[in-house]
């Protein structure tokens, strides 16, 4: 039986691109003051925009699109 200080460490390679996992991470949300964040609804208008406008209480849309559910 091997102890921890016996056993061999695995060195595993990471490769994670944080810009582009920060850009997805604030596709849906709206920068407010002092690094505050609001959800947005997100959805991908007629012209290929995102919808900028604060979602609908519990709803993932905004008051517009909540019956997008």
């Known amino acids: ?3 921890r200080s016996q056993t061999k460490v695995i060195e595993l390679e990471v490769d994670i ?3 582009n ?3 997805h991470w604030n596709s849906n949300k709206k920068k407010l003051e002092n ?3 609001q959800y947005v609804c997100g959805l991908t ?3 290929g925009e995102f ?3 604060k979602i ?3 709803y993932p849309f905004c ?3 909540k019956k997008c559910v």
């Open 1 to 3: 039986m091997q102890t």
């Open 17 to 19: 691109d944080f810009d």
């Open 21 to 23: 996992a920060s850009m």
């Open 35 to 37: 690094c505050c964040y």
């Open 45 to 47: 208008l007629k012209n």
């Open 51 to 53: 919808c900028k406008k």
């Open 56 to 58: 609908y209480k519990n």
């Open 63 to 65: 008051f517009f699109h």
